[in-house]
């Protein structure tokens, strides 16, 4: 069973659309996240939930906007796409805020065209 | 301040020698440290952590880590490369402030392996 699963793996659309990434982890875990990789492979947080709550919303565009329904899902809107979105989008969990490790989905590349 | 620098941008071995992977953190209190690996498309996995225990850490596939105060060094260490190791690995550093948790991803090191 997978752990923490994303969909969808690989999403190319087109400038101004509007998209969603959604996340889902079945291991309990009370904390989610959402990172972005770039192509030079480096990893930035962008939001962290904590029992469905936000405490962490890093300097990211307001298009970006995550919802957490409930502590198993984190999802990821995105409304007018540009190129520079292009990126890999990694969900993550936690036991705990911070300090036990993350659990990493398998990614959702997006193409901006 | 809290940083974290990987010191090596690419790594080369031969399968069957060792394997290191320089890590630094800069951090003004106890933090918790952590190595994961990220194989090509995939997402990444937790290698193993500090967390203010044992300074010697083992983690999964034969590697293992050591905290070092003195230094400011978390190194990654495994005695005997496979090919199977080969990709991308990223010293993490985390720990607990007035603003909360913060955790800072170092620019990943690149393993190559060479039969």
């Known amino acids: 069973d997978t752990a923490v699963s994303q969909t969808p793996k690989y999403l190319v659309t087109q400038m101004g659309n509007d998209k969603s990434i959604k996340c889902e982890q079945n291991l309990g875990h009370d904390t989610m996240y959402w990172y972005k990789q770039d192509s030079k492979k480096f990893l930035k947080i962008m939001f962290s939930y904590n029992n469905k709550e936000l405490i962490i919303n890093e300097t990211v565009p307001n298009r970006f906007s995550p919802k957490s329904p409930d502590k198993a899902h984190l999802n990821l809107h995105i409304n007018s796409l540009e190129l520079g979105d292009s990126a890999v989008y990694f969900c993550?969990?936690?036991?705990?805020?911070?300090?036990?490790?993350?659990?990493f989905g398998s990614g959702t590349r997006l193409t901006v065209v | 301040a809290q940083s974290v620098t990987q010191l090596d941008s690419h790594v080369s071995v031969s399968e069957g020698t060792p394997v290191l992977l320089r890590c630094n953190y800069s951090?003004?209190?106890?933090?918790?440290l952590f190595w994961y690996v990220q194989h090509p498309n995939k997402g990444l996995q937790l290698l193993l952590k500090?967390?203010?225990?044992?300074?010697l850490v083992k983690g999964i596939n034969g590697f293992e880590a050591e905290f070092k105060k003195s230094e400011t060094s978390f190194h990654l260490t495994k005695p005997s490369a496979h090919m199977s190791d080969a990709a991308e690995y990223f010293c993490v550093v985390s720990r607990l402030g007035a603003g909360g948790f913060k955790t800072i991803f170092g620019a990943g090191t690149r393993l190559f392996v060479k039969a």
């Open positions: 993550a969990s936690s036991q705990e805020w911070g300090e036990s490790g993350y659990t």
């Open positions: 951090s003004s209190y106890s933090p918790s």
């Open positions: 500090y967390t203010s225990a044992a300074t």
